[in-house]
C-alpha cells in the first residue's frame, strides 16, 4: 500500500515545501475564487475560541481556507449548487484537514450556519471566470474550454512550477498513472510523435476533482472516474473527446491503478 492509499481521514491535501510555494499557491486560488475566498474567511474567523492556526498550521485560516476550496472543485466554488448538508460535511472536512483532527461539532455547526447565511447575499450564477491564456489575454471563442477550469489564473511560468510541485510532490503516483495512460489513450486524438505531453492539463484538474478521497485513484469507481474524466477534458478542451478513447483511458487507469496497489 502506498503512502496515496493510506492517508488518515484527516490528512492535509496540501503539504507545501517552502512558504513561497505556499503562498503562489494560495494567491491563485484566492484570485480565481475571490468572492467565495472573502466569503470562507469572514466565516472561519468569526470563531474566536476556535483557534484554528496551531504550530503545524501556522497560517491559519488561509490553509483552512485553501484546503475547502479544493474540496468545491466540482462546483467551480459555486455554493449555490452545494447542498446545506454537503456544505456542511465540506467544511467539516476543510477544517480537520488544515487542523489535522476532526474540529469540534459546535465549531462545524456555527461555520456552517454563517456560510448558509453569507451564501445568499452572493449571486454565484452570476460570478463569471474569463478563460485566459498563459500570457493572461481572454482565449478566443472557438478555443475556449467547454467549462470553467479550476486552475483558470495560472498565466506565469512561476504559478506553473509550484501548482505543479505541489502535485507531483503530493500525489506522484497518481499523476505518473494519469499521464501515461491519458497520453495512451489520447481522448481528443492529438498526440504526435517526439511531442511533449498534450494532458498535463488534464492531469491537474483530475487530481483536483477527486481531492476528496486525495486523488487515490484505487478509491475511485470506473463509473465516477468516466464522469470526472468528461469534466476535467471539458475544462481543458474547447471539443468533447472521443467517447471510445475516453472509455480506453478508464480501463487503462483502472489496470494500472489496481496493479500498482497491489
Request: glycine residues 4%.
Amino acid at each position: 500500500m502506498t503512502a496515496e492509499q493510506s492517508e488518515s481521514p484527516v490528512a492535509a491535501f496540501w503539504r507545501f515545501e517552502t512558504d513561497g510555494e505556499r503562498r503562489i499557491v494560495r494567491d491563485v486560488l484566492y484570485r480565481r475564487f475571490p468572492r467565495l475566498t472573502d466569503l470562507l474567511a469572514d466565516c472561519f474567523t468569526a470563531l474566536p475560541h476556535h483557534d484554528i492556526a496551531h504550530p503545524g498550521n501556522l497560517d491559519g485560516d488561509n490553509d483552512v481556507i485553501i484546503e475547502t476550496l479544493v474540496l468545491l472543485a466540482e462546483v467551480n466554488g459555486n455554493l449555490g449548487r452545494v447542498p446545506t448538508g454537503r456544505l456542511h460535511d465540506i467544511l467539516g472536512e476543510g477544517m480537520a484537514r488544515s487542523l489535522g483532527h476532526v474540529s469540534e461539532p459546535h465549531a462545524t455547526q456555527k461555520v456552517a450556519r454563517l456560510v448558509d447565511t453569507g451564501l445568499t447575499t452572493i449571486d454565484w450564477e452570476a460570478l463569471t471566470w474569463s478563460a485566459t491564456d498563459f500570457d493572461g489575454g481572454e482565449l478566443p471563442e472557438d478555443i475556449r474550454p467547454l467549462k470553467p477550469t479550476f486552475w483558470a489564473p495560472l498565466n506565469t511560468s512561476e504559478q506553473y512550477a509550484a501548482v505543479n510541485a505541489a502535485f507531483t510532490r503530493r500525489f506522484p503516483r497518481t499523476e505518473a498513472i494519469l499521464l501515461e495512460c491519458l497520453e495512451q489513450a489520447d481522448p481528443l486524438d492529438i498526440v504526435y510523435p517526439d511531442q511533449t505531453p498534450e494532458y498535463p492539463d488534464v492531469v491537474r484538474e483530475t487530481m483536483t476533482l477527486l481531492s476528496d478521497v486525495y486523488a487515490d485513484l484505487s478509491r475511485v469507481t470506473p463509473e465516477r472516474l468516466e464522469n470526472v474524466l468528461y469534466d476535467a477534458l471539458a475544462r481543458c478542451f474547447g471539443e468533447p473527446p472521443e467517447e471510445h478513447r475516453v472509455t480506453h483511458a478508464v480501463n487503462l487507469i483502472t489496470e494500472h491503478a489496481t496493479l500498482r496497489s497491489s
